[in-house]
Every structure is written in structure tokens, then in C-alpha cells.
């Protein structure tokens, strides 16, 4: 499955935002999803991820409360909402598949990714 995510830019602190992950290939609903982060120098860092269904998700830590996911598998599409934004949240997102309903956080089992976003959160 080849992924592309879009949606990126620069925004204020407290703005929304909202990414998408359009798929093509393989059977799109077949896949668990994923949202993924990284800054310079850093590890690639978990954000969310949802379930072939859409009926279970995951996020991380830094994100719960303010950031959403979801997918429309009619669409082959995958979102991430994203609100209160901070500085913080500033990085390259990635959305990735794997080949598996089960979602996960690791970013190990994650087979295939997209070419990143661009989010740029001004103070």
C-alpha cells in the first residue's frame, strides 16, 4: 500500500490543524494505521493510531485530549485532528499501515509509511 500524507503547515499555538492520509494499492480497511512524529535529532515518536474499523484507537501521551483520529476506509483516507496546538507538536508527521487489524504503538510493526507533513506551531 503506498501512502502520501498531506495537510501540513504553519500555524499559531492554540490553532487547529488537520492532516490526511490518502492510500492506494492493497485493500485499505485490511490495515491498522498510524500517526507518527519526528523532530530533528529525535526518535520517530508515536501519536495515534486506529484500528481497521475505526472502532479502536491509541494515542500518545503528549497528544490525549487535543489531537483525534479517524479513517473512512470508503475513502482510503485517514485523519488526524488536531487542536490546542503547541510548540511542541511542531515536527514531521508520518502516517504508516501495517499489516494487521490490531492496532499498535510500535513503531516496528509498521510496514509501510508515508513521505511526512510538515507542522510548524509559532508561539
Known amino acids: 500500500v503506498q501512502l502520501q500524507a498531506s495537510g501540513g503547515g504553519l500555524v499559531q499555538a492554540g490553532d487547529s490543524l488537520r492532516l490526511s492520509c490518502a492510500a492506494s494499492?492493497?485493500?485499505?480497511?485490511?490495515?491498522?494505521l498510524g500517526w507518527f512524529r519526528q523532530v530533528p535529532g529525535k526518535e520517530r515518536e508515536f501519536v495515534a493510531a486506529?484500528?481497521?474499523?475505526?472502532?479502536?484507537?491509541r494515542y500518545g501521551e503528549s497528544v490525549k485530549g487535543r489531537f483525534t483520529v479517524s479513517r473512512d476506509n470508503a475513502k482510503n483516507a485517514m485523519y488526524l485532528d488536531m487542536s490546542s496546538l503547541k510548540p511542541e507538536d511542531t515536527a514531521v508527521y508520518y502516517c504508516?499501515?501495517?499489516?494487521?487489524?490490531?492496532?499498535?504503538?510500535?513503531?516496528?510493526?509498521?510496514?509501510?509509511w508515508g513521505q511526512g507533513t510538515q507542522v510548524t506551531v509559532s508561539s
Open positions: 504508516a499501515a501495517r499489516n494487521n487489524w490490531v492496532i499498535s504503538t510500535a513503531r516496528s510493526l509498521y510496514r509501510y
Open positions: 486506529i484500528s481497521w474499523s475505526g472502532g479502536s484507537w
Open positions: 494499492g492493497r485493500t485499505f480497511s485490511n490495515y491498522a
